[in-house]
């Protein structure tokens, strides 16, 4: 029988390659604009990280995790999120030591356990980005409008920034309480999830996906209500500053984050579809995870949802030229002269291509048309006498007669 992938999982093909590296290559460059460095973390860690880092009413922790115990008797965990991982390693490798922030931005596969559906896998990837050791609000507005910068340099139009408050320590359990107040209620209509979290994190029953959880919470009070002076400021400057740059929001109090280590600003960036881009800052994190107190704010992207954004869109992807020279040998010495000029240009970065599969030479010049070759060359017995053959530009079939011994030359051309 045929063996099918995972559930929940996707091929990336070679035919939607050239989408990834766009994203991919408009990550980092944008990344190096705003002085950010590439962190690479296992792809396990230690069950314990994300109990502690993500949370344990959270989503995550509570059901989508993939735990298993290794040989050795260890409980392991696929990394569900790259936040918790890249404060472990910043804490183990002492990062904290050199100057502050520390800007750190990974691209990662994640594991979740999730029902697979639409713009939800098990296996999804995404570009992250933590800025650790700078409590200025400043730096979470440079967060949020490196992730805008990012959309729009991507091309993207029909997505919206919303933000909110979360409030810290000192506020939220005030706002906690008149949350549980007002759900109690309505506690049996509560999904089996949100009953736990009413006790531990009522604040979690607002981000539940169930139907009857949503329209219990429609009208519950919103956290602005209730964050402290200090909280307030905060969100206010942070504004001030997307202000500065133009960058247009909505403030949101119904957003709440998948995550537990939240405080202060929360953002998410979103289409009519689902959320794209999801962050905030977490102040307590680092130290929860046994570092030194230091604040923190960062975001994640989910890479398949913008891709499918970028779809929908219609945003046309340049389309990386695949062979850009076939050459076709006739005779066995053409047939040789073909496979070590391809390997020589090959070499000074000519993308080649010869015939492995035995074509004749009217199927070849088919395939070098199918394939979306760029130039064409015969070698034949005269080119070889001659040393010089015609390289012939597909696209409007203009012919430039090139030596066969002067490989910049043909570089030059084709790659023109
Ligand atoms: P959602 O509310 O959609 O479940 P989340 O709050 O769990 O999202 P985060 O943990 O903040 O999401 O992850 C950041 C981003 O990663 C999301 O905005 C989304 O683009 C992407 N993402 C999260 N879970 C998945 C998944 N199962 N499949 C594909 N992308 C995902
Ligand atoms: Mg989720």
Redesign the pocket.
Known sequence: MEIQAPKGTKDMLPEEAYKWHYVENIFREVSKNFGIREIRTPIFEHTELFLRGVGETT?IVQKEMYTFKDKGDRSITLKP?GTAPAVRAFIENRLFNEAQPTKLYYITPCF?Y?KAQK???RQ?H?YGVEMFGSSSPSIDAEVMALAMNILKKIGLKGLSLNINNLGCPSCRPKYNEALKNFLKENYDGLCETCKTRFEKNPMRILDCKEKKCKEITKNAPTILEFTCEECNEHFDKTKEYLDILGIPYTVDPGIV???DYYTKTIFEILNSE?????GGRYDRLIEEIGGPSMPAVGF???I??LIMTLDKEGIEVPKEPLVELYLSGRGESGVKEAFKLAHKLREIGVNAEINHAGRSFKAEMKYANKIGAKFNVVLGDDELESRKAKFKRMEDREEFELSLDDLESIKDIIKK
């Open positions: 989503d999120e979740r999730e713009g939800r896998y999804f995404q984050r998948g995550l689902f959320t794209v881009c999801g994640g992207m989910g398949e949802r």
